[in-house]
């Protein structure tokens, strides 16, 4: 789901010019960013389903994919960047941050605990769209298509010469990017 995340928040910048497209980027990303280092410390851990293709794991992700820490996560970098880019900017930004869970809600295995460390004991979420990978998959496309859209149609407008030429090559390398970060995860590579 690397792509749908990050198609989203391109398609989140077509209407917030005043957020830099890198902190969009990085918001939606945000709780596999903290992931990465309780992956590699054995905390959160990934188990493959199958022979471990596009959506076959369980990722028991109990400390950063919480519902409770992602909407933690999300209130303390949305208050961050208010500070840089105004109150509209840090909803923006703490929307974004919760928008992965919430990808994540869909797409995921029964593997989301409410509370970290799945304290309680309360039922896990997910509804588990990864189970029909075609499904899965063409909706990340579509997610991937209309966020490059929107982008596309927010900074082509709005240019001219050189400068349009340069917004159309950005954005077709952004979206050249996200088609084959889709690919790599259907193929396995990633």
């Known amino acids: 789901m690397f792509a749908g995340h990050f198609a989203l928040a391109s398609g989140v910048k077509a209407k917030t010019p005043q957020v830099p497209l890198w902190a969009l980027m990085l918001s939606t990303q945000l709780l596999d960013v903290l992931f990465v280092p309780l992956l590699l410390t054995g ?47 840090g909803v923006i930004i703490g929307s974004v941050v919760f928008s992965h869970w919430i990808l994540d809600l869909f797409v995921h295995r029964i593997d989301l605990p409410i509370f970290p460390a799945n304290i309680g004991n309360f039922p896990l979420l997910g ?64």
């Open 43 to 89: 905390v959160e851990t990934i188990v493959p389903v199958g022979h471990g293709g596009y959506g076959e794991a369980v990722i028991h992700a109990d400390y950063t994919h919480s519902l409770t820490s992602a909407l933690l996560i999300s209130l303390i970098f949305g208050f961050l960047a208010a500070r840089l880019w105004g109150r509209k900017g």
């Open 127 to 190: 509804l588990g769209l990864w189970r029909y990978p075609v499904i899965s998959i063409l909706l990340e496309g579509l997610l991937v298509m209309v966020g490059l859209i929107l982008y596309i149609r927010s900074i082509v407008p709005g240019t001219s010469g050189k400068t349009r030429v340069m917004a159309i090559i950005s954005a077709s390398v952004m979206g050249t990017l996200l088609s084959l970060s889709l690919l790599s995860s259907i193929l396995g590579w990633a």
